[in-house]
């Protein structure tokens, strides 16, 4: 057991993370990856170590920055929610829409 879940965008949002670093670097988007993930294993045991956007996410979501992804994930949640993981110079309505899409 993981202690955390990825809603199946964020799993989708992992992968085109993984691949477009790939194109130019295979190794590095596996070292990116495995980063992040260990960053969210870090937040199953500290889930409130993130900050809120609450101009981006009315719920009880947090973000945790990895280098320059954010993760999106519920806290409160057992086993950890992650919502989303994205870029993060995405535009903030960008963003806002897409957590809207995956409440």
Known sequence: MTGFSLHPEASDDLEEIRWYIAEN???AADRVLMEILDSIRA????PNQ???RPYIASGP???KV???YVVAYAPETK???VVA???GRRSPRVVAAMLRGRE
């Open 66 to 68: 990895v280098r320059e």
């Open 43 to 46: 937040l199953v045991l500290f």
């Open 79 to 81: 086993p950890l929610w």
């Open 25 to 27: 670097n295979p190794d």
């Open 50 to 52: 993130g900050f809120r």
């Open 61 to 63: 979501l947090r973000f």
């Open 85 to 87: 993981v994205f870029h």
